[in-house]
């Protein structure tokens, strides 16, 4: 599976709502896999990912229409977290994720993202 660096938060908060309902039956198998207890591996891109290819704001490979804004996003997670292009253990990243995370980096880096005040990210990941 292919996961882009901020996703690897979205993946922990995603708590049902989403952009349609192509979205969120994409977004639930992905979630439901990787929250399975299995090592699934996972490709880090510096793109768009498994996840957009279902996703209204989706233009084109490399390309979402909101790409400045999540681009900052995928940037500080790679920043604080020193996230790579490269294959992860989804359950190993996020353990290191949330062992440094703190709600003020969380504030940092999702504050300006719409699901941020209605999923359960900072409850999640930063608790
Ligand atoms: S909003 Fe952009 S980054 Fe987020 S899932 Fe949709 S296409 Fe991907």
């Given at each position: 599976m292919r996961l882009r660096p901020h996703h690897l938060l979205c993946t922990q908060g995603y708590s049902g709502k989403g952009y349609n309902s192509e979205f969120v039956v994409n977004m639930t198998a992905i979630t439901?896999?990787?929250r399975s207890g299995e090592r699934v591996t996972v490709d880090i891109v510096f793109s768009t990912d498994d996840i957009c290819g279902?996703?209204?704001?989706?233009?084109k490979e490399g390309v979402c229409k909101d790409n400045d804004k999540v681009n900052r996003f995928d940037k500080k997670v790679m920043a604080y977290f020193g996230i790579e292009e490269r294959r992860y253990i989804y359950n190993?990243?996020?353990?290191d994720i949330n062992s440094q995370m703190t709600p003020s980096m969380m504030d940092?880096?999702?504050?300006?993202c719409s699901?941020?005040?209605?999923?359960?990210c900072k409850e999640k990941i930063a608790r």
């Open positions: 439901d896999l990787l279902k996703c209204p704001n989706f233009v190993d990243i996020i353990h940092d880096i999702c504050s300006e699901w941020y005040p209605v999923s359960a």
